[in-house]
């Protein structure tokens, strides 16, 4: 007969004893447990002990975490949180310099510890390493281990950032701007200063004026402290106040920020890991974020200035160099030149401009490739304004709905999404990286419509297969605008029209009566194969990043599925695993016999408690979470969209439910698409057996069936 749900058996250890099995009634109170165990050692005082899992963190155990305790735990007994608190206060204020190091040591890793913080934290610990720090007397690994405690004491949010001295800002900032420091003061004094300025208004104000742009320049020549240098320009960018990012991001390109990272960080010899990833994906984000404000600023039909503008752009396109600016011409002939430009107000231009998004930001993109690249301009507008066939491709209405698109496409305007690293190296290749794309994009839309020899009645249709183009090759994630270039010169418009005929060839091409009958035959079959793939992928494991941590610190766990898919395996790991987790090392289970459901996005606990923070959309698409026995749950945020289809569809099918992910439902199609294929392909080649000899006036005749199943 099994156990009772409320009783688990686990051992317990303690130094110079051998270890107590004993089973944990989870109905009784911790602190009577507590005294059975002391009483076992004969230990007096058991209200200052407390118990501690032996393995991963080492966390206490409170009336609040307890459930989390498995069958074959092994868990140690330890002094009380409040014990340990004022013990490690004594020791890291008493004069032996040994003493001071290992208590701090200490410290530092019980500092990640919630329980052992709130008590820490209410005898005035951080007031303390505060002002250890602010006296300037430590240095080497004590000063390391102090502000590692101070980051994790800190990061649990009990105590507000608004509290910390200036002092104590001033004395961080000089360890980011002393020559000669050491990395791990480095690493922890960029992390303490990020979550200053992120998470205190009054702090940034502070750093900013203690911290220099250039100063982070110079630390990205050292990899083991450029994430933590980007990670700080980027909560600079993020915190400044709007009229001050411009000003900053000139700083930026002052100092030649973009080809440091390009040559230093992106072309390094060093493979990009996710968290560096991520700062590059927010970099660019920032940086595109600066055209919000020409993007949702409207034209001023009345602005002279703004006007003069489009005058230039058919100066330069009929005129030619040697035109006088002033020359007057008679308002019919402008009109003419306005429509062979593509405007759809022929009479007043300006008024096409006053649609936001994109606002004045198409204007700039036109101005930039008439000026940059005169040649193209000229030549996109001749040989479009001289066709007379009905299918001139009209620039300018083209050149705004195109800027439109790539705003929409690279998400101008919105702030970056926790967890995403989709960067684009290409975008670091030059200082005028936006406007370099739209030239680009603007010759690949000239040609498309030439391709499809298109009308005004086709604009839609034309841009639609531009935006297919674009967004396929910004996928292959091309380093360089010319790689960009060969990635359009592949992706034509008859190829376009190849990729999806394809990729619908089983909705369009196999609806005869028998076909259907042969793929209803097959889906069983290539279901079963999905599941088992997607139970072998569980079988594996995966990585996950644990969500609410300093991302300089980054945290992670791992989850695997035993071999005979009845238990999942998980635990904490230090670092991002390079291969297979060992179940030896995940000292954490779920039968899944105990497993009750699956819940995705908004519905997961997680994301239910996190709902204060705006959680983006791309944080709730990548989330699901397990509810098991008794009213328990485990949490995972997916690293990308892959992970989050096998892992949904793996639980699914370990739970005998209807794997309906978009990857199975693609998986799917192609897979049943590439057996009727090979199927068919058989039917198609089968040979007629040789005919016997004819028989005089009786021709022969030979029958055979094809066996679908």
């Known amino acids: 007969m099994p156990p009772p749900s409320d009783i688990v058996k686990v051992a317990i250890e303690w130094p110079g004893a051998n270890a107590q099995l004993i089973e944990i009634d989870q109905k009784k109170p911790l602190s009577s447990i ?61 004069h032996g310099i040994d003493a001071r190091l290992e208590a701090l040591k200490e410290l530092a890793k019980l500092s990640a510890d919630p329980t052992f913080a709130a008590e820490f934290i209410n005898m005035e610990g951080i ?29 649990h949010g009990i105590v507000s ?200 930001l198409a204007l700039d993109n036109m101005l930039y490739l008439a000026k940059l690249h005169q040649d193209t301009y000229i030549r996109i507008v001749l040989e479009n304004s001289s066709r007379e066939d009905k299918h001139e491709c009209p620039f300018g209405r083209c050149a705004i709905e195109l800027t439109r698109m790539l705003c929409e496409v690279l998400q101008v305007g919105e702030l970056p999404n926790e967890g995403c690293n989709d960067y684009h190296p290409m975008f670091f290749t030059h200082d005028r990286a936006w406007e370099e794309f739209f030239c680009v994009c603007i010759q690949l839309l000239n040609k498309t419509w030439k391709e499809m020899r298109a009308t005004a009645e086709d604009f839609n249709k034309v841009m639609q297969v531009v935006r297919e183009q674009i967004t396929r090759a910004l996928a292959m994630k091309p380093s360089s605008l010319d790689q960009l270039k060969g990635k359009f010169r592949a992706l034509s418009y008859s190829e376009i029209l190849r990729l999806r005929q394809s990729e619908r060839m089983s909705q369009d091409d196999f609806q005869s009566p028998p076909i259907i009958e042969l793929r209803e035959r097959i889906q069983p079959e290539i279901l079963e194969l999905i599941k088992q793939q997607r139970l072998n ?26 071999l005979n898919h009845k238990v999942l395996h998980y635990g904490d790991l230090d670092e991002s695993p390079q291969g297979e987790v060992p179940f030896e090392l995940l000292t954490d289970k779920i039968p899944v016999s105990d497993i009750k459901s699956v819940v995705t996005g908004k519905d997961c606990p997680h994301m239910k408690e996190k709902s204060a923070l705006k959680q983006n959309k791309e944080v709730l698409e990548l989330a699901f979470s397990i509810l098991y026995d008794p009213d328990e749950n485990l949490n995972f945020v997916a690293p990308n969209k892959y992970e989050y289809c096998i892992w949904t569809d793996g639980l699914c099918a370990l739970l005998g439910r209807e794997m309906a992910s978009d990857l199975t439902r693609s998986d799917l199609d192609t897979l049943i698409s590439m057996e009727m294929k090979l199927r068919l392909l058989d039917l198609e080649n089968i040979t007629i057996p040789e005919a016997p000899p004819p028989v005089p006036k009786e021709p022969s005749t030979y029958n055979f069936t094809y066996n679908y199943g």
């Open 161 to 360: 950032w608004d509290l910390i001295s200036l002092s104590f800002i001033k004395q961080i900032a000089g360890y980011v701007n002393q020559p000669m420091v050491d990395v791990s003061i480095l690493q922890r004094s960029l992390a303490i200063l990020e979550s200053m300025v992120l998470n205190s208004h009054s702090l940034y104000h502070r750093v900013a004026q203690e911290i220099t742009v250039g100063q982070l320049i110079g630390h990205l020549s050292n990899q083991e402290i450029q994430t933590y240098a980007i990670a700080l320009i980027n909560a600079l960018f993020l915190k400044a106040p709007e009229d001050r990012r411009q000003e900053m991001a000139s700083t930026l390109a002052q100092k030649h920020l973009r080809s440091i990272i390009l040559n230093h960080v992106i072309r390094g010899n060093r493979p990009i890991k996710a968290e560096m990833a991520h700062q590059l994906y927010v970099l660019q984000v920032l940086t595109f974020n600066l055209l919000e404000e020409r993007m949702m600023t409207k034209m001023d039909p009345s602005d002279q200035a703004q006007r003069d503008i489009i005058f230039e752009l058919r100066r330069i396109a009929f005129d030619g160099e040697n035109d006088a600016s002033g020359t007057e011409k008679r308002k019919a002939v402008y009109t003419k030149d306005y429509k062979m430009l593509g405007f759809t107000n022929h009479v007043n231009p300006a008024m096409d401009f006053t649609q936001t998004p994109p606002g004045m």
């Open 127 to 155: 007031g303390t390493l505060a002002r250890l720090v602010e006296s300037g007397t430590h240095f080497g690994e004590m000063l390391a281990f102090t502000l590692t405690a101070f980051l994790e004491l800190m990061d």
């Open 537 to 562: 992928r569980l079988c594996e494991g995966s990585c996950f990043r644990k969500l609410g941590n300093r991302r300089r610190q980054e945290k992670f766990w791992f989850c695997r599925l035993s």
């Open 34 to 94: 507590i005294r059975e165990v002391c009483d076992g050692w004969s230990l007096s005082g058991s209200e200052q002990f407390a118990l501690r899992y032996a393995d991963g963190p080492q966390l206490y155990i409170t009336e609040q975490s307890r459930s989390d305790i498995k069958n074959g735990t092994i868990l140690r007994l330890a002094i009380s949180p409040a014990r340990a608190a004022r013990q490690l206060l004594d020791r890291i204020q008493s």
